[in-house]
């Protein structure tokens, strides 16, 4: 077991989130919703940048899943088409779909604290071995939930005091309890510990020494009466906790003006439902065939327990989904297609691969219906040295079709003229976060340069960056605003571009840098003579000249359009 933190200068773990979340707010990427009011916890807004990125993210997935999909595995042309459902359905849908009985999550409370988490996070708890101490005696120095398969450990670090922790592990070095491994955090990536969160006490941004006081799972039958022993994780206290209660995640509202159960109905909490609600009107509308996918974006919302980590997990957020359906034989081929499909496009966003990873559920963890699933994961800076999800891939049979045929009574099997056949789709799921893929892209971006003014760039892939290009006159006189302007309008049709004439050129370029801007042009005397501009690369700060007439066509060769 390795002590020290991995050397990643540039990865994830070099990254810090307060860091990332400030620029985010100073540069215009994301505000808090209802900021003037105090805010409103797990809801975001996208400000001027952000939405372009959003944007950015959101086209790039629909070109290349509906307008361009891939070619599948035999090299033959995909289709699929797209589709834009209702938020709000009738809420007999959720009760087919299962989310109206089963999208619970059970909820426990301190009840001193008032502080919420989820029960099910609560299947062991840390206990921390001391000589001379029993464990009422310590204090709770920090907490982590941690993955392990199926099994979230939502682990207290408890400790007289940090440096008697620290004393005790290097005296006692305990490897195991109860023949479980104890993690050394920095050792975790190895051992599949997917998530932490929630460490109180960091030191800067190098937590090592906490997470070097080692965290021991016990494993605990976690049961109701269980939770009466289960300190709390908030205080270690015995006895705070309630019993867990089940917590439905969709959003309740009315329709029409009498509120009775009459009227009760869902915001969608995933968009892919609607999706198959209009199977049977795209095959009858469309000239599609099976094997073929239906691509949908869009707001779904879920009243998560805790939502936390910016903006990973909110109570509105957008997702990208697409149904592939399939004949059954087929649906492990598809499903291989499609995992590996979905890695390599996150890649081709600029997303580096040591901060992906595939992790396939194991059976445990997979709905009763599914017989696969894999999730895209990301190396986020709140997870490092750990991944997080981003998108998941699922095998869902013909699970939804069925559920949905049975309590509609409409009739939704397809026949399949070449087998001559008739039947219900299998299904293949590609599901994923458009709002998560936005803090992905912000977390990869984020590069810290000590030699920059700002020091710190936004490194998007062309193709994501909110502003592709700006223009800069060097002074605000001698003919060179209307050069520039003349610039800026040619260019502004075919692209995202700013005008800037303000302040010295160095703060403009800073500006652009915490931007993720790629290309800056700037209008100089020499313009004037001979009608060059310089163009300086946000990457290397480098700088070369060429000529006005040819601005266009450099962000064409460089950006595409
Ligand atoms: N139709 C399948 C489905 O909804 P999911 O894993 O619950 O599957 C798919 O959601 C994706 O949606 C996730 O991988 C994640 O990127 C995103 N997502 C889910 N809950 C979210 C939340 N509360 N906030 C932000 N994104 C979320």
Redesign the pocket.
Known sequence: MSTTAPETPNTSAAKSMEDIVALCKRRGFIFPASEIYGGINGFWDFGPLGVELKNNLRDAWWHDMVRCPPAGPDGEMLTIVGLDSAIIQNPKVWEASGHVGGFNDPMVDDKETKQRFRADHLWGVVQLEHPDRSYDDMVVIGNALISEGRANLLCSFVAPSLGEAIEFLETAKPKAVNGLRIHNVWDVPEAGVSRLDGILLRTGDTPKTLFDCVAIPVPLAVQERDFEYIPSPFTGKRGALTAPRQFNLMFKTHRGVLEDDESLCYLR????QGIFLNFKNVIDTQRVKVPFGIAQIGK?F?N?VT?RNY?????E?E?M?MEFFCHESEAKKWYDFWVQTRLDWWKSLGISADNLQRRDHDAAELAHYSTACA?VEYRYPFTSPGFG????I?HRGCFDLTQHQEHSGAKLAYFDQERNEHYLPHVI?P???L???VLVLLCEAYTPDPERPSKVYMKFHPRMAPIKAAIFPLVAKEGMPEVAQKLYDELRTKYAVQLDVKQNIGKRYARMDEAGTPYCFTIDGQTLEDQTVTVRERDTSSQERINIDQVGSYLAERIGG
């Open positions: 909490p995933e968009t892919a779904a879920r998560e939502p903006i990973f997990r909110s109570r957020f997702q989904e999730d999800e981003l998108e998941g699922a799921e599901a994923a976060g709002s998560r893929g």
